[in-house]
Each structure stands twice: as C-alpha cells, then as structure tokens.
C-alpha cells in the first residue's frame, strides 16, 4: 500500500546510500526468486479441484496491482488489495507461487504506472523477502501448502496465521521505512512512529482477511467478490486518516503547506518546540509534491513574507476564478525557484511565506528574495490577457531579529508592508522602522484598560444644513487622554485597536455611548441622528448587524436616530459580506453614509449597488475649492452626481466663511468642519442642540448654556 519513492525526484539526503541499499535488497530478492523458479520448474502442479481458486487469487493478485481501490488525491499513499490476496495466495500455494505471482503483478503494474526500472526492481524484490518470512514462520508450524496441496487455515493455526502476517509487515516495512529514511534523511525511528498507527490498521486487515479468503477460495472460489466492500471499508478507515492530517495542513487551492504547518516546521527548526516523535523536521516540504523532511542545515534561518501587489484588481477585472489561476501559478513559480530544504506556503488570500534553513549571511537571504521576486514577476497569461504582476517581499532572520517563531513572523510581516509602502521589492526588518513596538505594545494593553474602567470619551461635532445653519446631526468621536502620555490622537489608538482585533470592542463602546445619549436627546425632542464610524473588521463581522439591533433595542433608540459612517476604504474587503452587512443595516432602518469619499475606493457601481444614504467629501477635497481648480471642479461634479443618485452630501473640513459660501452655490447639503464647531463633549454639545443652530455658523453669534438634564 505504501509507496516509498517518487519516480519524478531524486533522493533529497545520501544518494550513494540509498542506492546502495535499493542494490543490495533488488539482489537478495532477484537472487532468491530466481532460485525459487528453477528449484520449482518441474515441481507439481495444480489438481483440478485447486486450479479455480487458483486463477481467481492469481487474477486479484494482478487486479490489485492495476486497479486500486482507492487512490489518495495528495498523499503518497493508495489502496491496493494485492497485499491480502498475495498473502491468501501464500497460504493457498506456497511461497515459489505467491512469490512469481507477485513479481509478474509488480513487473506489469510498474509498468503500466511508469515507475523508474530500479524502483520496479526494489518492489519486486521487498515483496519477495516479505513473503519468504512469512514462509519461514509457517514452516516452523509445520505447514507447507503447495499448488498441488492447497491449506485451509483452522482455528488451531491461529498463532500460526498470526506470527505470519507480522513476520510479513515487519519485513516489508523495514525495507519501506528504511528506503524512506535513506532517501529524507529522517531516522528508520522517526518513520516508523510516523507511520505506525496507518500501517496498523493495514496489517489487521489484511491478517484476517487473507485467511478467510484462503478458506473460501477452498470451498467457493467466487464469492471472493463479497470481501471487496469489506476491504474497502479497511482500506478507507486506514487512508482516510492520513488524507484528513495532508487536510488539516495543506492549503486546498494550492497544496502548499498553510499557516498550521509552517507554524510547526519553523518551531522545529527554531528548537523552540521537540520534533514530534524524534522524526526530525516533519513531511510537510516545499513544493507540496512527495512529502519529505530533511536534516537542518547550519546556518541562518530566514523567513520571507510575500503579498502580491494589486491582487484585488485582477479578481475584480478577471473574476475570481482568474484570481484562484494566478494564486496557483505564484504558488508553481515559487516552488520551482526555491532549494530543496525550503519550505513554500501560503498563508491565505495573495499572502505566501517562505522558510529558508542554512543561510550563509544577509546577502544570500537578499539573493533569494530578489529570485522570488524575479519569478513572480515574469509575465502571465490568464484569460486571454498578459498580466505583469509585481509582489513585495519582508525578510526577517533567525536569530539575528527574532529567536521564537511568532516575532520572526511579525518582523518579516512589519519588513513586508515596509516594502510595499516603498515599493522597493524588498526590504530586511529594521527596528527602527517597526511601529509595532514594545511601546505600542504597551499602549495596547492601556487601550484595553481604557475600555474596560470606561475611560474613553465621546465627543459629537455637529453637522449645519445650509439652507439655515441649523444642527442636523452630529458625528460621536473617540477621545482618550492618558493618565501618563495625555492626549492620544484618535488616529493612532483607532488605527492600533484595528490592527489588534480590538476595533470590535471600541465600536460597541462608542455605540453604547452615543446611543444612550441619543436616547436622552431623543426623548428632550432633539431628534437629530448620531453617526459613528465603523471598520472593515466591523462590517465582516458576521453578528456586526445583529448587534446594532441589539443596541437599538437596549436603549430604546429609533434606527432613523443612528447614522453608520464607513469608510471607502472598508469596501476593499470581502465585497459579499461587506454588501450582505450593509444591506442588513439598511432594512434596520439605520441610515449609512460613506465617509471619505474621492480617496480612491468608491465608484458609480459602488453608489448604485449598495444602499447609502448620503456620502462625505473628504476634507482634502474641500479645503482646496477656494484655490485649486481642480479640487473645486470634483467638488461639484461629486455633489451633482450624488444629488442625481438620489444621495444627500456632506462636506467634511469646512473651515472658513469662503468655503461655505462656494459649497452653498455648489448646492451641498450640510457642512461639518471647525467653522459650525469642534467636536464638543455632550455637557457642551447640548447648549448648541438648545439653541438649534451651531454657536459658529455663519452669520450666527448665538449661544447658550446647555441644560444638565440634556447630557447623560
């Protein structure tokens, strides 16, 4: 069942010893079958009572060889019944018979497989010494079946049909085990506490099977056909263990090994963790072809990150099937441009690492970075087009910048998007550089800290029509002010919790806040919305909508009262689930907005496809218009085309009595910027919701005292 080589690939450890043993196993066997063909020439033949069972075992014998039961999609294993009948067949006739046969069904079967002609020869001889052994054991029982004497196994050979079979497996899985160890490097130990638990079942089987086969070939040669199910089931418990461990460690797409499996390879290499069963470096190697393991080589042990540029573009042009084309062929370029003791693996989405032991110094990890990149970039062709596809690449190296897996994972993470940002192919980790710091670190678990005493304010910074300067909403803001460092800026704690997975905690505890607030304003009859932004972390969260009902409720809030701002750059993420997300806030009854638009992101499809409300200029836009003509002319043509979709505009950053004039005449909407107000704690922001118009709105000098009962 085991096939211990891969014709396509040459040894990956001692060639000179493996030969050496494959030659001197193929003579002993060659030598002794060949002496059992003279010594047997003349000798008696079949009688007529033992020729059909005969024929029918010799015929599975070479069905088994031709046609296996089941062959395994990754693994390097397949299930072929030749083993039970070459066994019953040893019971029935003899060890001269069973030997030939199974030589001929080798001979043909490698033939038909085209297997190298040393591997056929190995093949042949293995089963030859495995089946003399069993042989030998019967012998020591006093039985010596012939073709001319056929044996019916009994209950009282029990220990007899027992000692054989093990005599058989042990024989031939020392040769199987001990080629394999010879041609990874890995020890004959480690291979057989590898394979044990797979082999076991195989032995079971066919040790009881081949028996019952032997007693009703005796009696009723054709209904050998019943015991085909039964293998079966033997042979799919024992396989489907092994194909369930390639499963749970290989990438399905591309069949390189996946995050799990570099995970494991690189601790055994980094010495942080024991080599399961002494087997050395586990059978999860480059390529994804025949597993192999091989020895660590001395030297540096490099860990490269690589993500392709733009992918999203091929998959939103091409479709994803031209994605998943592309995805294979980087992982085929990446294999073939690697050395043998190099790990590929993919990590998800457009996102591969490559493991490299034994590197020399910092050039040669530098040398092997610019050979990936050089490979990913040659042209492909992909649906009658040629694309020019570019990837960025992070180096980190063992132990120079890290001595545990998970840090030399975040440094060559933290040199890859180093990479990209500079668009420079490459780039080694340099602290100096990495953000994610021992000090972010620590401003993390503040963060963390912050939210759980309820230390993170929220500001609301109202939003003026244009019509009359009166407040027609406000935006909640985040605002933390540390016991030690002061004021944070909202950009740095947001951006660090939405790098953490802490974004979804800050969003449910913004929309707390301003929900109960809303709440209290709603029920004093200021009725205007509060809009709270949201990441793509809380979009693709798949409880994000039932969550926001579950808020809405608590407080007793109308949808109509929240507003959701996402940000264009959130609709990068997973176009199905960020569309299903919105959707399901739109039929809530919660108004969206999206925020920052013209960065880059957002298109006519986008605006059409799904359900906003209104959109928000970006301030970069808006502070321009009194200068830039351009700035001015997207300005206006954004305003036109959001009005002719049916979408209300607000424009973010207006500063200055000049910029409110110019966007009045463009026909926007409402304005948000420093000149209606900053973003005001509710004790404050209350006394502009009492006076109904912004104590800065143009041509406005009112301005009044917030009642106590309007703050929660």
């Known amino acids: ?54 024929l029918m075992t010799i015929c599975l014998v070479f069905l088994g060889e031709l046609r296996p039961l089941m062959k395994l999609q990754h693994t390097n294993r397949e299930a072929a019944t030749t083993t039970v009948f070459t066994i019953a067949l040893l019971m029935l006739a003899g060890w001269p018979l069973a030997a030939m046969v199974q030589a001929a069904a080798s001979l043909v079967g490698g033939a038909a497989g085209r297997r190298t002609w040393w591997r056929i020869l190995f093949n042949v001889s293995q089963f030859t010494l495995s089946l003399g052994a069993a042989c030998l054991v019967l012998r020591g029982f006093g039985i010596v079946p012939t073709p001319g004497r ?22 031939n899985l020392f040769f199987v085990w001990q ?86 390879q690189a601790e055994i290499m980094l010495g942080t963790v024991p ?15 025949t597993p192999a393991a091989v020895a660590v080589p001395h030297g540096k042990i490099g860990l490269f990150l690589l993500d392709l540029d733009r992918f999203k573009e091929v998959n939103d042009t091409l479709g994803h099937a031209a994605g998943d084309e592309l995805i294979r062929e980087v992982a085929q370029r990446l294999s073939a441009a690697v050395r043998a003791e190099d790990m590929v693996a993919r990590l998800g989405g457009d996102e591969f690492a490559v493991l490299l032991p034994g590197l020399p110094d910092v050039e040669a990890a530098q040398q092997l970075a610019q050979r990936l990149l050089d490979a990913v970039a040659v042209p492909y062709r992909l649906h009658g087009f040629n694309l020019d596809v570019e990837a960025s690449l992070g180096i980190a190296l063992h132990p120079d910048d890290a001595s545990h897996y998970d840090v030399l994972l975040r440094h060559a993470d933290v040199a890859m998007y180093e990479a990209k940002r500079g668009k420079t192919g490459y780039v080694r ?53 540390h016991d030690v460092r002061g004021a944070i800026p909202p950009e740095t704690f947001v951006k660090l919790a939405e790098n953490s997975g802490l974004m979804a905690r800050l969003t449910e505890y913004i929309l707390d806040i301003s929900l109960r607030q809303a709440a209290l304003w709603w029920r004093n009859g200021y009725g205007v919305p509060i809009a709270v932004n949201v990441s793509l972390r809380d979009i693709e969260s798949p409880h994000f909508v039932e969550m926001v009902e579950r808020k809405l409720a608590q407080h007793r809030v109308r949808p109509e009262a929240l507003r959701l701002e996402v940000a264009e750059r959130v609709l990068v993420g997973d ?56 700035d001015a002319a997207i300005v206006r043509s954004t305003i036109d085309l959001a009005h002719s979709l049916g979408l209300r505009v607000v424009a973010e950053g207006v500063e200055d009595p000049a910029t409110w004039s110019t966007l009045e005449d463009y026909g926007c909407d409402e304005a948000q910027g420093w000149l209606v107000a900053k973003a005001l704690p509710a004790s404050e922001i209350c006394a502009v919701l009492a006076q109904g118009v912004p104590s800065a709105a143009p041509g406005s000098s009112a301005n009044g005292t917030a009642p106590d009962q309007l703050s929660a």
């Open 1 to 54: 069942m085991h096939r211990p080589f891969e014709p396509d690939y040459g040894p990956k450890a001692d060639p000179g010893r493996l030969y050496a043993f494959v030659a001197s196993v193929s003579a002993a066997g060659i030598t002794i079958l060949a002496a059992l063909l003279v010594l047997n020439w003349h000798g008696s033949g079949p009688t007529t009572q033992s020729v059909p069972a005969l």
């Open 179 to 264: 080629a394999v160890a010879l041609w990874t490097g890995v020890r004959l130990i480690g291979i057989a506490r590898r394979e044990w638990r797979v082999e076991l079942q195989v032995v079971g089987a066919s040790v009881v099977l081949a028996p019952l086969i032997t007693v009703v070939m005796r009696h009723e040669p054709y209904l050998i056909v019943l015991f085909i199910p039964v293998l079966l089931v033997f042979y799919r418990s024992a396989l489907a263990f092994d194909e369930s461990e390639w499963q749970s460690l290989h990438d399905p797409l591309t069949a390189l090994p996946n995050r799990k499996a570099l995970r494991r």
């Open 275 to 289: 080599a399961a069963g002494d087997d050395g470096p586990s059978s999860l190697y480059s390529s994804g072809r």
């Open 575 to 630: 176009a199905q689930s960020v569309r299903a997300a919105l959707i399901g806030l739109s039929k809530l009854g919660v108004r969206l907005s999206l925020d920052n638009f013209g960065t880059g992101y957002a298109s006519l499809l986008t605006l059409r496809r799904l359900p906003f409300d209104e959109i928000k200029i970006d301030r970069s836009f808006v502070g321009g218009i009194g200068f830039d003509a351009d």
């Open 429 to 481: 980790y340099d602290p100096a550089k990495d953000r994610n710091s021992p000090d972010r670190l620590a401003l993390l678990s503040d963060l963390r800290e912050a939210l759980d005493a309820g230390r993170i304010e929220v500001h609301y910074q109202p939003q003026a029509s244009f019509k009359d300067g009166r407040v027609v909403g406000v935006e909640a803001l985040a605002r933390w002010r």
């Open 150 to 171: 056929p044996w019916a196994p009994s209950v009282t050979s029990m220990a007899a049909i027992l000692l054989a079979g093990v005599a058989y497996f042990v024989v």
